[in-house]
Every structure is written in structure tokens, then in C-alpha cells.
């Protein structure tokens, strides 16, 4: 078993002698790295059982040959290589043999390891403040004149399975969910699903924005999820304030985004 490398990361072998249980079988164990293709390839020999000692001239010590009964070695000089399975049938005739064994060809099987969206990281969090200003979004398809308030541009990678986690260079639709946890002022929330780009990469804005200034006692408190296929990525914990907004990561934990405001 080698992997994307050529690197053999397991290896074992099996033989069946006598043909007691009528096939051979190897079975490896290995821990694989998710983003790596591996491939199996096993080499089959056959053996020959039945032999004889020849009949040399005189003065001359016998020798031992086996009996190839269907020329299995007519495939030694270049043994093929199949993919996943084959079946040899010698062409005969009967042959002669000094080695027992007879390398008859070579079949392989290859496969990957996915990784599997199981992070979103922090690539980088910029705040931006509006006084009567014009507020451009955070992918800037958008404005609006005269906005007051704040928000985030936050960028996410996706990352796998891996201790450490590995970025992941995909395309994903990523699911964003909100639950509202506790708030003291009316808002609108927007919310909505988004597309990582083909590097796994994706941007989430957070922030109070409006056409009036803020509350000076503004805040809420919300549990934000983001999930890929169905599977939870990144868990957020809001807490909105009437100057600024933070981010926490609850991930481990997420039950934990339980506070109240005044």
C-alpha cells in the first residue's frame, strides 16, 4: 500500500500452502490522512507442489524440477498488472520448472480519502463604523447612504477532520442559522445561506446598522451556526453592543451562549 507520495504505508503478505483454504488473503491496517489517495497492489504467485528429479547423464548429479501443468510461467517473463481483479488461466502445455513459485501478474485498486467540512477558522475580523456615512457591504455589492452603526467583516475557512485541522480547497454552500437569545431593542436580523469560494473560504457580516444612531444601551445576545451538508462547522456566540460586536467561538460548547441583557 502506497500513498500520494509513492511512500508504502503498509505492507503484508499470505500464502496459502497446499491450497488448504482455497484462496489467500491479506488484510492491512493503516491510519490514512484525509486528501490522500492510496494504492493497493498485490503480486500473485502460484506455487507448484508436484515434482521429480531429472535424469542426467552419467556423472552428472540429479536435479530437482517441479511440474508446471498448465505453463504458468509463460506469464513470469511479464507479469500484467489489472485493475482490481483478474483470473489466469495457463495456456499449457505441461512444462518443467527449477522454482517452486511463479509470479503469475499484479492487480491494484486506488483510492482517496475525503476531507470532510468539519471547521470554520478565523482568516480575519475587520470592524467598520458608520456616522451619516455611506456603508458598503462587506463582498461591496451593496450601499446604503446616511447609515449609522457598526459592523464585521468576518472570513472563515473551511478546514477537515484533521488534529490539527487542514484547510479545505472546495467549493461548499454554507447554512447560516440564528436563534435569538436576548435582546433589549427591536432589530432586523439578515440571514440567509452563502457559497465558500473554491478555496474553502467564506465571509459573514455582523453588525448594527441604522438611519439614526445607536442606543447608547444597545444589546443582544444571539446563537449563530454555520453548517455545510447538514453538519455543524462553526457555532458562534453574539453579544451586540451600541459600539461594537464580538465573536465568540463556542463550538465546544454549544449550549454555553446564555446571557441576558440589562
Known amino acids: 500500500m502506497v500513498d500520494s507520495n509513492g511512500a508504502t504505508v ?3 503478505q499470505y500464502f496459502d500452502r497446499n491450497g488448504d483454504q482455497g484462496y489467500a488473503q491479506v488484510v492491512l491496517t493503516f491510519n490514512t490522512v ?5 494504492t493497493a497492489t498485490g503480486v500473485h504467485r502460484g506455487e507448484m507442489y508436484y515434482g521429480d528429479y531429472s535424469e542426467p ?3 552428472t548429479p540429479p536435479s530437482f524440477f517441479y511440474y508446471d501443468y498448465y505453463n504458468f510461467g509463460s506469464f513470469e517473463g511479464s507479469p500484467h498488472d489489472y485493475q482490481l481483479y483478474f483470473d489466469w488461466f495457463g495456456p499449457g502445455p505441461e512444462m518443467q520448472r527449477r522454482k517452486s513459485s511463479v509470479q503469475a501478474g499484479n492487480t491494484h485498486d486506488t483510492k482517496a480519502r475525503a476531507q470532510v467540512p468539519t471547521v470554520a477558522s478565523t482568516v480575519s475580523n475587520v470592524l467598520t463604523t458608520y456616522s451619516n456615512q455611506t456603508e458598503t457591504s462587506c463582498d461591496g455589492s451593496s ?3 446616511n447609515a449609522y452603526g457598526y459592523q464585521r467583516c468576518i472570513t472563515y475557512q473551511i478546514k477537515d477532520q484533521q488534529t490539527p485541522p487542514v484547510s479545505i480547497a472546495s467549493t461548499y454552500t454554507i447554512h447560516e442559522g440564528i436563534v435569538d437569545i436576548s435582546t433589549n431593542f427591536g432589530s ?9 469560494n473554491a478555496n474553502g473560504v467564506f465571509l459573514d457580516m455582523v453588525g448594527l446598522l441604522g438611519s439614526t444612531p445607536l442606543p447608547a444601551n444597545a444589546c443582544a445576545y444571539a446563537k449563530q451556526t454555520f453548517s455545510v451538508g447538514g453538519h455543524p462547522i462553526r457555532v458562534n456566540c453574539i453579544h451586540w453592543t451600541s459600539s461594537d460586536v464580538s465573536v465568540t467561538d463556542i463550538t465546544a460548547a454549544p449550549g454555553s451562549c446564555t446571557s441576558t441583557c440589562p
Open 34 to 38: 484525509p486528501g490522500t489517495t492510496y
Open 57 to 59: 547423464p552419467p556423472g
Open 143 to 145: 450601499t446604503r447612504a
Open 188 to 196: 432586523n436580523e439578515i440571514t440567509g445561506d452563502s457559497v465558500s
Open 10 to 12: 503498509s505492507a503484508g
